[in-house]
């Protein structure tokens, strides 16, 4: 039987939310950093039309909400996430989470230390890259970053291992937008995906 694999380079690094997902406890993360492609604020996500609406202090509703994804870039530094095993089925379920992305065959591209990419030993690895209607390199106005979001990213981040943090924010774009205190005003949020970004 094949083996695959998620690379995980945002939300999916944290063990709870991707466990609150798949149902069932994410215990083996592999660090692991990606070639060729770099980690950006390129995520857009309607804020008012979409299954999850949330409102700044004030009450006020930014337009769009932005999230990292990865861009194709050979001369960027790789960026850095974990390599969490799935069953098939499972990748189906991340599909739902991942609505605003699609799925990516990433095998080849991925390193783990500095080992050759095939040291991972799974069969085949994939990531996710924003929908062409969802990739936002140049946000509009009104456009956030939910706090809770980055605070839980990092958080991953820093639980995946020594250094990893720092890591992290080596290869991250800075944030283009304002990162907001934001509250979950509505929904209709998939069971299983994220309610506090």
């Known amino acids: 039987m094949s083996s695959v694999a998620l690379f995980a380079y945002g939300s999916l690094v944290s063990r709870r939310s991707a466990a609150e997902t798949l149902g069932r406890p994410v215990e083996n993360m592999i660090p692991a950093r990606l070639e060729g492609f770099a980690r950006n604020w390129t ?3 309607d804020n008012l039309t ?9 009450g006020s509703l930014p337009r769009f909400c932005l999230g990292v994804a990865i861009d194709p870039n050979a001369t960027a530094p790789a960026p850095n996430g974990a390599l969490v095993e799935l069953s098939e089925e499972e990748l189906d379920r991340l599909d739902l989470r991942e609505m605003r992305y699609r799925r990516l065959e990433v095998t080849g591209a991925i390193r ?9 030993g799974f069969d085949r ?12 390199p140049e946000p ?10 980055l605070a839980t990213v990092e958080a991953a981040f820093d639980e995946l291992g020594p250094g990893q ?3 992290f924010r080596a290869t991250t ?5 304002e990162v907001v205190e934001a509250t979950l005003v509505r929904d209709r ?3 299983g995906n994220p309610r506090g970004w």
Do not use: C, W
């Not at 979409?50 to 004030?58: H, L, M, N, P, Y």
């Open 140 to 149: 509009p106005g009104e456009t956030i970053i939910v706090a809770n979001y």
């Open 50 to 58: 979409s299954e999850k609406t949330f409102a700044r202090a004030d």
């Open 125 to 136: 690895v994939v990531a996710y890259r924003p929908r062409p209607q969802n990739h936002m």
């Open 43 to 45: 995520l857009g996500r």
């Open 165 to 167: 943090l720092e890591l």
């Open 173 to 177: 774009a800075e944030p283009p937008v």
């Open 189 to 191: 949020i998939p069971k």
């Open 112 to 120: 783990i230390g500095e080992t050759e990419s095939a040291a991972h």
